[in-house]
């Protein structure tokens, strides 16, 4: 049975005024005067576009040189970790984009939402948004309605993370900073340093990085006054989970271990009288207890947000300055918030028992 091959009128009004019927041969198709009747007249046509000129606007470019110019890429852990600029936006003929950036440490819908609210061109999440290969985009998935708003809204996405942990000066510098106010004396080293094959191409003010700090104390310092300078440095904490020895009472420490975020394997052959992290696992924690350690726990993300106000908005306001951006607009997100509360059993919110609030 022969088929019949008909040739859209879009494409044959290139050879004829009218649609053809043809047996369906491929000789037909490769015919030199197919070929040349539309390969030779198809700019005629204005709504074919065979070239992109798209490309990302100037500041969103200079937001991205800022934050690899603190905190390079390189020293990311790219085994695991997903790094860079993930969503890119666009730059419209004639308009400029707001020259304003949105520092979150986690992408939720509620942060994506409040930078489109606060006309944000370029969001700087500390954790990527994009972290596996995605197979679909569709409203379903949280994280691809993220995507969605944020293309429609023309918003980019630049995640540092383990950039940000290793660098000097960087969130685990930030980390040990806070136990320089007992009046002693610390020693700073770093857990897990960086190959100098990797350091080698950057400025020397990297040469010196790696994941997780080792502080040690000039003269022991009392558990409890450790606790306090991390409750305060992290915002105000009231509550803090802690594991200790139960066959001993560590009352002093000298020296301590520290990792943003789930610190256990960094720290694993850190040692320390003290190990202080967002988050570890049960098996982790119990371990060190029984080497006679005593283990902090802040929550993962509350190890991380103050990081954001305290040091990299000043840091990236002062970037894009240096980098030629009048006037930029560093904000740092009201909506980020870590996902774990504690809640007092005894007063728990009425809504939870499907009453209003008082």
């Known amino acids: 049975m022969s088929a019949v091959f008909k040739i859209p009128i879009r494409i044959t009004s290139r050879i004829s005024t009218k649609p053809l019927a043809l047996p369906y041969k491929p000789s037909i ?4 005067y197919f070929k040349r009747g539309y390969c030779q007249n198809i700019n005629i046509n204005p709504t074919i576009t065979m070239t992109s000129t798209l490309e990302s606007p100037q500041f969103t470019k200079r937001v991205v040189a800022a934050m690899r110019a603190l905190y390079p890429e390189q020293l990311a852990d790219k085994a695991w970790d997903n790094v860079g600029l993930l969503q890119e936006n666009i730059a419209v003929a004639g308009q400029d984009v707001p020259q304003t950036v949105l520092l979150t440490n986690d992408l939720t819908v509620a942060v994506a939402e409040e930078a489109i609210r606060k006309r944000a061109s370029v969001i700087v999440s500390y954790h990527p948004f994009i972290f596996r290969g995605l197979k679909s985009v569709t409203l379903a998935d949280p994280q691809q309605r993220i995507l969605l708003q944020l293309a429609q809204a023309n918003i980019a996405v630049y995640s540092p993370h383990t950039a940000v942990d290793a660098a000097p000066g960087g969130m685990n510098d930030w980390l040990a900073d806070m136990l320089d106010g007992h009046g002693v004396e610390t020693k700073r080293s770093i857990c897990q340093p960086i190959s100098s094959s990797i350091t080698a191409s950057l400025p020397p003010a990297f040469f010196n990085s ?12 009392y558990l409890g ?21 139960k066959d001993k ?3 002093t420490i000298r020296s301590v271990g520290i990792c943003a975020g789930s610190g256990a394997d960094v720290l694993k052959n850190c040692d320390a009288d003290m190990i202080v992290t967002g988050e570890m696992t049960h098996h982790y924690a119990l371990a060190l207890t029984m080497k006679g350690k005593v283990v902090m726990t802040v929550f993962h993300s509350n190890s991380e947000r103050k990081f954001l106000k305290k040091r990299l908005q000043p840091q990236l306001q002062a970037q894009l300055e240096k980098e030629g951006v009048k006037h930029p607009e560093v904000l740092v997100s009201e909506e980020d918030a870590d996902p774990f509360e504690i809640w007092d059993v005894r007063k728990m919110p009425a809504w939870a028992f499907g009453k209003d609030s008082e």
């Open 29 to 32: 198709l490769l015919s030199g």
């Open 249 to 251: 009472k560590v009352t």
């Open 225 to 245: 006054n450790i606790i306090k300078a991390y409750a305060e440095g992290l915002g105000g904490l009231n509550h803090i989970m802690i594991a200790a020895p």
């Open 210 to 221: 790696g994941y997780g700090r080792l502080v040690e104390l000039g003269h022991p310092v």
